[in-house]
């Protein structure tokens, strides 16, 4: 009997991003974002530690494009809890797909006029047109 696949992210795809750390507690609705992974990078150490690159759509100031060394701490069917080896305080993020609910939570302004089957239908590129919203 086969076990079940871990969840893994893909170059090119929307994911939802969930900071957890003492810092985004104050930060407010900066503390979770559509990301698009635009590199991945396992290190082959044995350890779960890899290298992501993403662009951050929902980042307050500067950059997007963000380069984050992690740690994986979980990694299950559904999303991937990983520790950022280069944050002080600790950074840790929780990666999943995106949901309709979790947009509509995290950003009902842009839902408005938006329903689940559409946003389920149109995918990635439907996403792509969403968080153009958000920037």
């Known amino acids: 009997m086969m076990g079940k696949e871990r969840f893994t992210v893909r170059e090119g795809k929307w994911y939802a991003l969930e900071f957890i750390g003492d810092e985004f507690f104050h930060l407010g609705s900066y503390r979770y974002s559509p990301i698009?992974?635009?590199?991945?990078?396992?290190?082959?150490t044995g350890q779960g530690i890899f290298i992501l690159s993403f662009f951050h759509a929902n980042y307050p100031q500067g950059v997007?494009?963000?380069t984050y060394k992690l740690k994986t701490?979980?990694?299950?069917e559904l999303y991937i809890l990983a520790a950022s080896t280069q944050h002080n305080p600790k950074r840790i993020v929780h990666i999943f797909d995106i949901t309709y609910s979790w947009f509509?939570?995290?950003?009902?302004?842009?839902?408005?006029?938006?329903n689940e089957k559409d946003f389920r239908a149109g995918g990635d590129e439907y996403i792509s047109r969403m968080i153009a919203r958000i920037m």
């Open 36 to 44: 698009q992974i635009i590199n991945v990078h396992p290190l082959k």
């Open 64 to 66: 997007n494009d963000k």
């Open 73 to 76: 701490i979980e990694r299950g």
């Open 104 to 114: 509509k939570e995290h950003f009902p302004g842009i839902m408005r006029g938006i």
